[in-house]
């Protein structure tokens, strides 16, 4: 029999199972299991490891410069509205003053 958690309100140990649904019997708490197997490995997360999503706001970690050019997009920069993308800059955004730019989720924390 598998061990179920304990109630994450009360402690309780004496947990049951209804339906999709895990039931504190003590306090009558109801709560949805977290599955660890669930967490998406491949989820882009920022420099402290938050998730990142599209729509997110980000800030710049440390000045970055633009391959090709003399400008630089420098640390503190708010960045909103980003969108996530596969590939090696995990970030398509629009940086105002710059333009459209790609960023690794490396050089950026969550607003």
Not at 2 to 11: A, F, K
Not at 73 to 101: L, S, W
Request: hydrophobic share 35%; aromatic share 4%.
């Amino acid at each position: 029999m598998s061990e179920l958690p304990p109630c994450p309100v009360c402690s309780g140990e004496f947990t049951y199972q209804d339906g999709p649904l895990l039931v504190c019997p003590t306090c009558a708490h109801e709560w949805t299991p977290v599955d660890e197997n669930a967490i998406d490995e491949n989820a882009v997360k920022d420099s402290n490891g938050n998730v990142l999503q599209d729509g997110d706001s980000v800030i710049v970690i440390k000045d970055l410069k633009i391959k090709g050019s003399s400008q630089v997009v420098k640390g503190g920069t708010k960045v909103k509205n980003i969108r996530i993308v596969d590939g090696d800059h995990d970030i398509d955004c629009k940086i105002d003053g710059i333009g459209a730019m790609q960023l690794k989720s490396e050089f950026v924390r969550k607003a």
